[in-house]
């Protein structure tokens, strides 16, 4: 069954960094383009950053450009996402999610249950 | 940025009806070198996380039932449902990927009348 799993949220000082995890099964990893997407309570969905088959980054958002960064580890199937200087706004349900096919230019196939990250004081 | 915008915000159909969500991007997601939409649909039921519906803005994802269909080119696209069921309460969400700085439509709440 094609999985992915992630990890590491909770609740966090603003200011301060927090790594979330991502567990993929069930598919070849290191083909697939990964990203994370994340929702803010009662709020719509907003892609955050994706990385390449490789580890090149495709990119980030604007919001969180210089502050998060995405890598991931092929042999052991796992994509990370390092948040610092968290402020309240990066409050959400993180999720991990899958590019179908494409490199960087296709739809998000598969999709995690997510992680929540709530920063507060 | 591509900025997507849907209408209506929410919308209330009876079971049975026809549901039509629009979707329009500030510029176009066609690529002329392979004549392709770089645009998705998704469904997100609560509680739950997006499921992927259409890409290529009229390609069904496997599984998905052929009530849904995508429709559309350039800037305007549109999700239809032609026979409204209880299992398709949900939001829906469209999404660009021609630009790497991928953004979503604010959603569409789908209710039943």
């Known amino acids: 069954e094609v999985q992915l799993v992630e990890s590491g949220g909770g609740l966090v000082q603003p200011g301060r960094s927090l790594r979330l995890s991502c567990a993929a099964s069930?598919?070849?990893?290191?083909?697939?383009?990964m990203h994370w997407v994340r929702q803010a309570p009662g709020k719509g969905l907003e892609w955050v950053s994706g990385?390449?088959?490789?580890?090149?980054?495709?990119g980030s958002a604007d919001s969180v450009k210089g502050r998060f960064s995405i890598s991931r580890d092929n042999a052991k199937t796992s994509l990370y996402l390092q948040m610092n200087s968290l402020r309240a706004e990066d409050t959400a349900l993180y999720y991990c999610?899958?590019?179908?096919?494409?490199?960087?230019?296709?739809?998000?196939?598969?999709w995690g249950q997510g992680t929540m990250v709530t920063v507060s004081s | 940025d591509i900025v997507m915008t849907q209408s209506p915000d929410s919308l209330a159909v009876s079971l049975g009806e026809r549901a039509t969500i629009n979707c329009k991007s500030s510029?176009?997601?066609?690529?002329?070198?392979?004549?392709?939409?770089?645009l998705a649909w998704y469904q997100q039921k609560p509680g739950q996380p997006p499921k992927l519906l259409f890409y290529?803005?009229?390609t069904r994802e496997s599984g998905v039932p052929d009530r849904f269909s995508g429709s559309g080119s350039g800037t305007d696209f549109t999700l239809t449902i032609s026979s409204l069921q209880a299992e398709d309460v949900a939001v829906y969400y469209c999404?660009?990927?021609?630009?790497?700085?991928?953004?979503f439509g604010q959603g569409t709440k789908l209710e039943i009348k």
């Open positions: 510029q176009s997601v066609l690529y002329s070198s392979n004549n392709k939409n770089y």
């Open positions: 290529w803005a009229s």
């Open positions: 990385v390449r088959w490789n580890g090149d980054t495709i």
């Open positions: 999404q660009q990927y021609y630009s790497t700085q991928y953004t």
């Open positions: 069930g598919f070849t990893f290191d083909d697939y383009a």
């Open positions: 999610t899958r590019m179908r096919v494409g490199a960087t230019k296709d739809a998000f196939d598969i």
